[in-house]
């Protein structure tokens, strides 16, 4: 029966709408403390450095070091298994934010929610690496990364309207809720596919965890390819992180405000260009198997001046205009980037790879970038005043021009690593 259902024309593309709601989620309960950053530190009289550990390490480290043990884990044993189990104990710790009474009791929420989404994407990519074949798997896992988007626009939107309404407590308790629900769906409905199943039988499914890292290391591309990204994401996540109460400060406007305006503009522009950028990746990905590369090097290129216009203007709605070229060119990566990384992981080492390359980017770019947000902002304040969170994210933009080389660098090798992944 296994065989049978996971063969049936539409059953991928049932996985992939699961998968994908469980992205939304995902994205929406790690981004929903972006939005309710102002309420938050007020009622609980904390500081933006403080601020900055909540968003950043004290949610990163256990992500990112849980990534790899739960990636074996979905390797070894049933990816949908440990993908509801996961998804099922962060939505509960979501809850629990809304319970927190000080710094150290959100410190401890926010820790939970990493060691449940710790296995959530690279689970969710290996799932589309296994149903999607490479010509189809860029557009797939860009795909996931549109529901990424919808999820952080909801976040903005929902939540900052609920704040308004019922307080920033509310908006988590209403976060928890659809993960269960997802959680249970993932465990009756989605089966391991049946390659997956036979490797598992015959002892192949995976090798030993130091071999692995062993592999992953002499492919080169994959090495230049984490270093550009975790030196970027410093910039991005900080961005992420602090926008909304950078407009919160710079224009008076409270969370619900921002939250509904730029979602409205920023939402639908980062779909697009995720999508676009998947649809480009497999387009030149005919033509140059080093078109990924190529297509992370400008979006992170050319995200640099846009960023920086973004932020020095002084009126709101050409703010929001400069927005949608800044978000455009911002998500270019990402369909591109996954669908790189599955490439050259191989069959025996989806999850892992995957979990390896978002514990690299998410200890350096989502475990920094907002707390030296943070940090610069109490830094600059002397300085600059009032000003100090747009200075601060001025400094942090520039991460995105020093990745770009890295990438460069990776397209030397990318040839002879995939062909390695491929035997």
């Not at 919808?150 to 609920?162: C, D, H, K, Q």
Request: charged residues 10%; positive net charge; proline residues 4%.
């Amino acid at each position: 029966m296994r065989s049978d259902l996971t063969q049936k024309p539409w059953y991928s593309s049932y996985v992939l709408l699961i998968v994908g709601l469980v992205s939304v989620m995902n994205y929406y309960d790690r981004f929903l403390l972006t939005i309710l950053v102002e309420p938050i530190k007020r009622d609980l009289h904390i500081t933006d450095a403080q601020v900055g550990l909540l968003a950043g390490i004290g949610f990163a480290l256990m992500y990112s070091l849980l990534g790899v043990p739960m990636a074996r884990l979905a390797d070894r044993h049933g990816r949908a298994r440990v993908l509801a189990a996961v998804v099922g104990f962060w939505s509960l710790m979501t809850a629990a934010s809304g319970m927190t009474v000080n710094f150290t009791t959100m410190l401890l929420a926010r820790a939970g929610v990493g060691v449940g989404e710790a296995g959530g994407l690279p689970t969710v990519h290996a799932l589309i690496a296994d149903y999607f074949s490479p010509k189809r798997r860029g557009f797939a896992l860009s795909l996931i990364g549109v529901c990424g988007a919808i999820g952080m626009t909801l976040a903005l939107a929902v939540g900052g309207l609920i704040n308004d309404w019922h307080g920033w407590r509310m908006a988590f308790y209403v976060a928890a809720a659809p993960g269960l629900i997802l959680a249970l769906l993932v465990i009756l409905t989605i089966k391991e596919p049946l390659a997956h199943v036979q490797a598992k039988a015959a002892n192949n499914a995976t090798l030993p965890l130091g071999a692995a890292f062993k592999t992953l290391w002499r492919r080169k591309a994959f090495v230049f390819l984490c270093a550009g990204m975790a030196v970027g994401a410093v910039g991005a996540y900080a961005h992420q992180t602090w926008i909304p109460a950078f407009l919160m400060r710079t224009y008076h406007m409270t969370a619900g405000q921002v939250g509904a305006q730029y979602s409205a503009v920023t939402g639908p522009t980062t779909i697009v260009a995720i999508l676009l950028g998947g649809l480009i990746n497999d387009w030149l990905l005919r033509r140059d198997k080093r078109a990924p590369l190529w297509i992370i090097a400008a979006s992170f290129g050319l995200g640099v001046p846009a960023s920086l216009a973004f932020l020095l203007v002084h009126d709101f709605h050409l703010a929001l205009g400069l927005s949608i070229l800044m978000t455009l060119a911002g998500g270019l990566w990402t369909g591109p980037a996954y669908a790189v990384v599955q490439s050259l992981a191989g069959p025996k080492l989806r999850a892992l790879t995957a979990a390896i390359f978002m514990m690299i980017v998410n200890i350096v770019g989502l475990g920094l970038g907002p707390v030296a947000g943070g940090v610069l902002s109490d830094l600059f304040a002397p300085h600059f005043g009032a000003a100090s969170l747009t200075a601060s994210l001025c400094a942090l933009t520039l991460c995105g021009a020093i990745a770009v080389p890295l990438f460069l660098l990776a397209t030397r090798s990318l040839d002879a690593d995939m062909r390695d992944a491929e035997s």
